[in-house]
């Protein structure tokens, strides 16, 4: 069967979007819309979306087997007024376990902001970072196709590991295939097969306007690999979309160091359970000043403050009398959807290290005591922000006191 590649149009945030990427933007983004414009048959994104990305990897450095690499990022997008661009926190996260023992809660291990796009194609795009690390998928054609037929999109993928500050991105080339429509009702979808070729120095054709020359990679002497996936579309959920890919990968790194990566990476893209408007209007009817308890609208989201926590001094044991606002703040929680993170925060007092490492422990003693009250220990991440962001004059006890505080995030 022939194959139709789908060529990205020259909309009028290309080029914009081409400075914002940076020099590792090698193809022109398809033209971008907002939900009206999407495909009938395809992926359409609505109001938030929820997105998680799970990696599994064998690495071996010189041949040698190194471990094995396990990630999971978390996170939730919002539109941007009514256009194509969500805005979103994603969070890095790390499982802590100790003498094989899983310790309640994960603590974040790096958070970022991210700005996503979406193409009239279905594609998602993402304005720098490390995540998503797929780009430009999923692209689709504008009827639905028949069974095995084969057509293809450019795209970005973006290099695994830590050698590359800031993240690298490589131009690829997607091969999409049918496979039909499985299952019923809200759990039907559209099977795709997809799949590309890793390869750098790339081999490249002309250069024209469109096909500009690659910048080098800092530390990159070489790249191939190759990746093999199944994307599920679900058409009667929106902004549903689920993708495995099967990978093997191998740099060649500057001092003769070859690095090279084999294993999975799962992506969900899912409609939050409720909206924020709806949760932020239960928490107003829920909460009142005798609670204890504050809601604001943060950056990230939703965010309930637990003011003025009574912890003993420099430690992250709560003093008596906590139980019952801790208790009223796990039944709110409860009923609500997704996951919280929790971040501690501390007077600027002593050094930045001790302060940094007590506002974890005191998040993660927060986390601790709502688990105990029933709430299951998966649905927590938590982390440290020490003195960095204080409400109040640390010169003053008033101020610090403010400052000493544990907020609970709400991710959708």
Known sequence: M????????????????????????????????????ALPWGFQPGEELSYTERLNLRVRLNGRYQGLLSREVRGGFRREDSGPAYWGSLYILEQLVREAVPVYGREVGGAVLSRLLAAENGALWAEGGSYPSLRGVPA???????????????????????????????????????????????????RISCRFSLRYPPIRAGETEDNPPLPPIPNLLQASGSHEMEIRLYPEVPGKLFIRDVLEEEYGLAGGQRTSYGGFILTWWEPPAGKESERRARL???????????????????VLTLPDLHFAPDQAALLPGEEERLSTLAEILEGLPGLFLVRGHTADVGSAESQEGLSVLRAREIVSQLTRRGLSG???????????????????????????????????
């Not at 037929?149 to 991105?169: C, K, M, N, T, Y």
């Open 2 to 37: 022939p194959t139709t590649f789908l060529t990205p149009g020259k909309g009028n945030l290309s080029l914009t979007l081409g400075l914002l990427f940076g020099a590792a933007l090698f193809f022109p983004l398809p033209s971008l819309a907002a939900q009206e414009g």
């Open 140 to 190: 689709l054609p504008e009827e639905l196709p028949g069974l095995h037929e084969v057509w293809q999109s450019r795209g970005e993928w973006i290099l695994l590991g830590g050698e590359f500050d800031p993240p690298a991105r490589i131009g690829v080339v997607y091969e999409y295939r049918y496979l039909g429509f499985l299952g019923e009702g809200a759990e039907g979808y559209h």
């Open 284 to 302: 107003e009817q829920e909460l009142g000043p005798e609670e204890g308890i504050t809601l604001n609208q943060g950056p990230q989201g939703l």
């Open 378 to 412: 998966e649905r927590f991440l938590y982390e440290g922000a020490g003195g960095r962001e204080p409400l109040g004059d640390n010169a003053t006890e008033e101020g610090r006191r403010q400052n000493r505080r544990v907020e609970i995030i709400l991710i959708p």
